[in-house]
């Protein structure tokens, strides 16, 4: 399989895009939930989300405005393990992911159980900028960046998939590059 997804030009800049106004971020109020279809449901303060077993990934970005970014590295909590932590019943096939803003987006566990799934709280070495969805961030290196919700708060485990805010808004909920699905049809 090629690098780089068709119809996608490579870029060593890292564009903004998003919906709405980056958020306040304030560490002392800040918190991260997971729940729904789950066995032990958390709610985990920054620090305590950042005291999570960490990894650290290295992978490619695409946009489905049609740019791409290689060997980006990425820190945080793959999504595996934070899946453990909660343990999912096993009626819970999804995760709709919640963010500030109003942002969602949902994927099946199949899918986010891939190592190179991560909620990432760091870039290059250092602290996810606010613009780049800091504090923490969903990175799925195999779908379209509109996948790889900004500034999450809160993993919902569901038996059905939920469209998020872009799917409402005729973008494919599949998001494959290599397959060019950026729009649903």
């Known amino acids: 399989m090629p690098r780089l997804p068709p119809n996608q030009r490579l870029t060593t800049d890292f564009p903004v895009l998003h919906f709405g106004k980056v958020p306040e971020f304030d560490s002392n109020t800040w918190d991260f939930q997971a729940g729904g279809l789950v066995e032990n449901p958390l709610r985990l303060t920054y620090d305590e989300f950042l005291a999570l077993e960490k990894t650290v990934d290295i992978s490619d970005f695409h946009c489905v405005t049609g740019w791409s970014r290689f060997e980006n590295k990425w820190e945080g909590v793959r999504f595996s ?54 504090p923490l961030r969903l990175v799925v ?39 060019e699905e950026r729009y649903s049809y």
């Open 81 to 134: 393990d934070l899946a453990k932590r909660v343990r999912p019943k096993s009626n819970a096939r999804f995760a709709t992911i919640e963010a500030d803003g109003g942002y969602t987006t949902s994927m099946p566990l199949s899918e986010l159980m891939e190592p190179d799934v991560i909620l990432a709280y760091a870039f290059e070495g250092k602290p996810l900028a606010p613009i780049h969805g800091g």
């Open 141 to 179: 290196p195999k779908k379209y960046a509109y996948k790889s919700a900004k500034w999450v708060r809160r993993v919902v485990f569901t038996e059905e998939q939920e469209l998020g805010f872009w799917e409402q808004r005729g973008y494919s909920d599949s998001a494959d590059p290599w397959k």
